[in-house]
């Protein structure tokens, strides 16, 4: 063999073994992925597990049904079960940015409506950066109304967003209450 073919076999088989070794690793980390979100799963308060399996029937019917066919108490979750999500996972910016901040100003009686007032307070501070008729539910009317505000008041939407995730009332337990006590109200698909 000459001294062209040993090297490029040498290249070979260390491409090879780097390939071996990352499908390895992969799998040791999707294997520990899989531990994480299993050990998450477990602690997961029952209330909780509940509270989710009510929002995968919410949204089934609303994809039916369309939020106008909703129940009143389904309207009540979607609304909180939606921005709850939104402006923990982005601040009121991405709420206001996605498609379900339509319903910001129905969020507030939502919000209410289980009893976390201060919550609500919040909201409708966020509603109130849009002047006095609130964002518009049109998303892309919305988007430019967002891109158009000043920067006191993105600073103000930045200030609601350390107010909200203070969490002076517990969403999770009003919301539970209010899906036990309003259970007939909550329609299969």
Not at 88 to 117: L, P, R, T
Request: net charge negative.
């Amino acid at each position: 063999m000459d001294r062209k073919t040993v090297l490029a076999g040498m290249i070979i088989f260390a491409v090879v073994a780097v390939a071996i070794w990352q499908v390895k690793r992969n799998r040791m980390l999707q294997e520990e992925a899989r531990e994480s979100v299993d050990l998450a799963l477990r602690n997961i308060p029952e209330h909780v597990k509940f509270l989710i399996d009510v929002s995968k029937k919410v949204f089934a019917r609303l994809e039916k049904v369309g939020f106008d066919g909703l129940t009143d108490a389904e309207k009540v979750f979607f609304c909180i079960w939606t921005l709850e999500g939104d402006v923990n996972n982005g601040g009121f910016d991405q709420y206001f940015f996605n498609s379900w901040s339509e319903y910001s100003i129905e969020s507030v009686d939502a919000f209410e409506k289980i009893g976390a007032s201060k919550t609500a307070a919040i909201i409708r501070r966020a509603n109130s950066v849009f002047g006095n008729s609130g964002p518009a539910k049109d998303r892309t009317t919305r988007q430019k109304q967002l891109d158009s505000l000043p920067e006191s008041a993105q600073e103000k939407l930045n200030g609601l967003d350390d107010e909200f995730y203070e969490y002076h009332e517990d969403i999770d337990n009003l919301l539970y209450e209010f899906v036990v006590k309003h259970e007939a109200k909550f329609l299969d698909v």
